[in-house]
């Protein structure tokens, strides 16, 4: 994998420049990554991006070609290149496992180091949890609107072509069932679906000749796109082609919810009564719970979900929250911006749970320890000890690991925190 060190701002480097002047720069500090508010109307956010950035953390040097643009470009001076060239992280980083609910102020990530190696990573930290965590936070509240429907992930058309892999893992995370981006298959062992579009029947001389070809090739359980042409007229030919083995059908244009029944009682009178409805078009969770009285077996996802569905970033920030002083102990600070105040110390975190193991409060302590109270969950885990990676969290297993938390953790919440009508936060954030 290429280096990810330059995955970053002009400003990291000449704050880190500005630090080793100072003498700062191998002070101790802790940085923590929050929200400070989720998007509007949103009762629950979703932590995506955890194990992509600890696998980019590994590859987080500055190499010779690196190093020599800095040098050309004078962004940095000898001394900042020399603290670069042998760059390493070595401190500790702790946070909410991935796929886990967060709330405003949830301390989903806390980096320990020096200010030098800590304050570098915190555009690339940014960028991948702030983007990773908005398409999860959208796809949670979409599987949780298609009920037992399961919803598949095909956006990778309406980003960025990187951003579409990192979307597809984060979908499946926040529980869809399958990506059609090959590459999520291939790097995080993801259930990969597609079978062909409406070219495909538009390349041959008929609809008949486009359907004979597809099942010569795929088979009879594959899925024909039946709204070229004729909706009516497709279902009939795909029926007369298979048999009663045709896998399914797919819609992709006008009234879903009216196709939908229209084609299902086609179906069903035609003997194909396994036969499956699969709905695309430019979906969202309110199209989805729109359709949920409709006999649709599965929904295609794209645009919306890969945009966050109306909330494109998790405004995510990255704040130190404790340094050492002069003596060597670590003292809490905070900004008091207006609107943009922090609250300093390191957070531990808890949620705690009510007689039925239902949620009903996020628990932050900087004075006290949540976790020694009753009838409270931890969320806190390490990732990074002394600069060591602890296994599990990345890759396939991380990816199945992160699935698991998300579907316990969704599990916990109040059944409100399903609805899709504006609200609150569904717990509150507490601070002890």
């Known amino acids: 994998m290429a280096t990810t060190s330059l995955l970053t701002d002009h400003y990291e480097l000449t704050m880190l420049q500005a630090a080793l002047a100072s003498g700062a720069a191998n002070r101790k500090c802790t940085f923590e990554v929050f929200t400070r508010r989720l998007p509007a109307g949103r009762r629950y956010g979703v932590l995506a991006g955890t ?73 690339y930290l940014l960028s991948i949890l702030n983007f990773d965590s908005a398409v999860a936070s959208a796809a949670s509240r979409m599987s949780a609107a298609a009920g037992n429907r399961p919803c598949l992930e095909m956006g990778s058309r309406r980003a960025h072509e990187r951003a579409a892999v990192s979307a597809a893992r984060a979908a499946v995370i926040a529980g869809f069932a ?29 609809e008949r000749e486009a359907f004979e070809a597809q099942l010569r090739s795929l088979g009879a359980r594959t899925t024909l796109l039946v709204d070229t042409y004729d909706v009516d007229e497709a279902v009939r030919l795909g029926v007369e082609l298979a048999g009663e083995e045709l ?93 943009k105040a922090s609250i300093g110390g390191a957070k531990r975190a808890a949620r705690r749970l009510n007689g039925m193991g239902i949620a009903t409060a996020e628990v932050l302590g900087t004075h006290e320890d949540p976790n020694l109270l009753e009838d409270t969950r931890p969320l806190m885990v390490d990732f990074v000890r002394n600069g060591e990676l602890l296994p599990g969290f990345t890759g396939e297993e991380g990816v199945r690991r992160a699935t698991a938390r998300h579907a316990a953790s969704l599990a916990e919440l109040p059944e409100a925190a399903r609805r899709l009508s504006e609200g609150e936060p569904i717990i509150p954030t507490e601070f002890i």
Do not use: W
Not at 302 to 323: D, Q
């Open 51 to 123: 194990g992509r950035f600890l696998e980019g953390l590994a590859n987080f040097r500055f190499n010779d070609e690196e190093l020599s643009f800095l040098s050309s470009r004078n962004i940095v001076n000898k001394e900042t290149l020399s603290y670069l060239e042998s760059f390493t992280f070595s401190g500790n980083i702790r946070g909410y496992a991935e796929g886990e609910a967060f709330f405003p102020h949830s301390p989903v990530m806390q980096v320990e180091g020096t200010f030098a190696e800590a304050c570098v990573l915190e555009t």
């Open 247 to 339: 896998g399914g059908v797919r819609l992709d244009s006008g009234d879903l919810v009216a196709t939908a029944a229209r084609v299902r009682e086609l179906l069903d009178s035609l003997g194909n009564t396994n036969t499956k409805i699969t709905v695309t078009s430019d979906l969202d969770e309110y199209a989805i719970a729109s359709l949920a009285a409709a006999p649709v077996d599965s929904y295609g996802v794209g645009t919306k979900l890969v945009t966050g569905s109306g909330a494109p970033t998790s405004s995510m920030v990255y704040k130190v929250v404790e340094r050492e002083n002069a003596t060597g102990e670590m003292q809490p600070v905070a900004k008091a911006s207006a609107g």
């Open 178 to 206: 399958g990506t059609s981006n090959l590459e999520a298959g291939l790097r995080y062992g993801l259930h990969t679906i597609g079978t062909s579009a409406h070219a495909f029947t538009l390349l041959h001389d008929s």
